[in-house]
Structure formats: C-alpha cells, structure tokens
C-alpha cells in the first residue's frame, strides 16, 4: 500500500490536530515506523487520543494496526542514504556558515527524497507542453518566479511573470487560456493571493503545478503536480537554496527535452543581436 498516497489523499479532511500528524508521518515515515504512541505524542505535540484517531482516520483499527502495516512496508525500502555531506563536524569550526550550510544540504537531501521521478517528469510535461508559462508568488517566492521564468525563457520556452502591481494575480489570471500553465510558488507563510489564484486557475481548467513546502500546503488542492521543496531555516525565514537546486533541475530537464526549439532561438537571437550592435567584439 501507498501510504504517503494514502495520507496525502485524506489530508484535507483530517481535523487540524490530526493534521499535525500527518505532517509529521510525510516529513519522517521512518521515525514513525519506529515511535511508541507515546514517544510520537511527545514529538508531535498532541494527544495519544489524536494519535489513535488519525490511524482510524487512514481506515485502520488502532494505532499498532496502522504502525504495523507502514513498519512492514518500511522495512521493504532501505533507510534512504544522504547523496550529499558536509566535512565531518570535527574538521568544521562551529560558525555561521557552517551552521546555515549543514541545515542547506539537509533541506537538499530531503527535498531529493522528497520529489519522486514520476512526479519531476510530469512536471516537466506540463511546461513542455504549455502555449505559455507564467510564474507566481509574493515575498521571496516572487524571486523564485522570476528566476525559473527568466531560465525557461533562455530555453525557448516562452515564459512571463505575474507582477502583483497594478493586478492583482486574478485578474491576471482571466487571461490566461487552458493551453497555458502556471507555476505557483507557495512557502509559509501561505499567501492567500497565490493560492487564490491557483484555485482560478483550476476552475478556468488551467493547469497548475505547485511549488511549495509541502506535498500537503494549502496550494496542493489546486495544483495538477506539486513538487515538494524543504525551506527550513536557521532563521524565521525559508531558506531557497534547495529551491534554486530544483529551479535549476527543471531548466537542465526542460533543456535537455528542447534541444532544437533553444538551438532555433540561439541562432535567432544572436543573430537579432549582432545586427544591432549589441554585441561587443573584443
């Protein structure tokens, strides 16, 4: 059985308690396997009634019925590896840079985890196969927007993004058409403008792929694909440098699948601007 399927599908109807559950069983399957009712209650912050609940509330008996199903799937999966490390403590004087940079290849290693190849694929699918990509988002997010638009764009696909200046993101939204795509970038704290927009979007039967925190952000309810990015930070903001990663994953991708298309608008380019003096010849 899926059970990440399982809790993502139930999610959204789970009380708010249960949810914090749920997070946790999404961020730490393993752990979870592993933790006693009681040591799970502790971790998570809630009751063991809620503990007991939420495995009911995923169509199980009690707790140890549920624990004991996700433990025999866990054992079929080895515990997953850290593809990336930095220099053992030891060797590492405990500083600023260290500190943000252990927690940076932590977000990495478990946004890797994270982002599942069928659901990385599909993604790219749908920037591929829009007329048109537009990107969202508010707060740091709105760097993001500009950065993936700014890279799909040197990758002939045609790319813009939604300036919350003088529109608000809907009614920037009623111009697009179902051939299009929009890439909402959502991280705690969740805008409701941008997931506003992406609920329009859906029901203008746009598609949307969603980039946020979590397979289970307010955004997912809305989005065709999510893909899952970890912006934990030493400080109260996200930190974006697992999300640069993914950025940077998706052009690579999107390059490798439009070879010709950005090789046509290379040559077009440079040839526009060579006939008006933009190039400085050295």
């Known amino acids: 059985m899926d059970f990440k399927a399982l809790v993502i599908g139930r999610y959204p109807d789970l009380p708010k308690h249960q949810k914090k559950v749920a ?3 999404l961020d730490h399957p393993h752990d979870f396997a592993m933790l006693s009712i009681l040591e799970l209650a502790k971790r998570v912050g809630v009751s063991e009634a809620t503990i007991f609940r939420f495995a009911q509330s995923m169509g199980f008996r009690s707790f140890s019925h549920f624990k004991n199903a996700v433990m025999e ?28 940079a252990r927690q940076d290849i932590q977000n990495i290693n478990a946004t890797i985890h994270k982002i599942t190849d069928d659901g990385f694929s599909r993604a790219i ?46 009614e920037q939204i009623t111009l697009m058409k179902p051939e299009d795509l929009l890439i909402a970038f959502s991280l705690p704290p969740y805008s409701r403008e941008t997931v506003d927009a992406a609920r329009l979007a859906k029901e203008r039967n746009i598609p949307v792929l969603g980039i946020c925190d979590r397979e289970t952000a307010p955004l997912s309810l809305y989005s065709s694909v999510v893909l899952p990015v970890v912006t934990k930070n030493v400080l109260f903001t996200n ?44």
């Open 23 to 25: 997070d946790f069983f």
């Open 73 to 100: 799937e866990t054992q079929k999966v080895v515990q997953p590896r850290e593809p990336f490390k930095l220099l053992r403590d030891e060797e590492l004087p405990e500083n600023p840079l260290t500190i943000v």
């Open 125 to 170: 699918d749908l920037i591929v196969g829009a007329n048109r990509v537009y990107t969202c988002g508010l707060g740091i997010s709105a760097i993001s927007c500009r950065v993936l638009a700014y890279l799909l764009n040197q990758m002939a696909i045609p790319a813009s993004v939604l300036i919350h200046d003088s529109a608000t993101f809907l």
């Open 239 to 282: 930190s974006i440098t697992a999300l640069v990663v993914v950025i940077n994953a998706i052009a690579t991708e999107v390059a490798r699948r439009n070879k010709i298309e950005i090789s046509k608008y290379q040559e077009e380019l440079l040839s526009i601007l060579e006939a008006s003096n933009y190039l400085e010849r050295i």
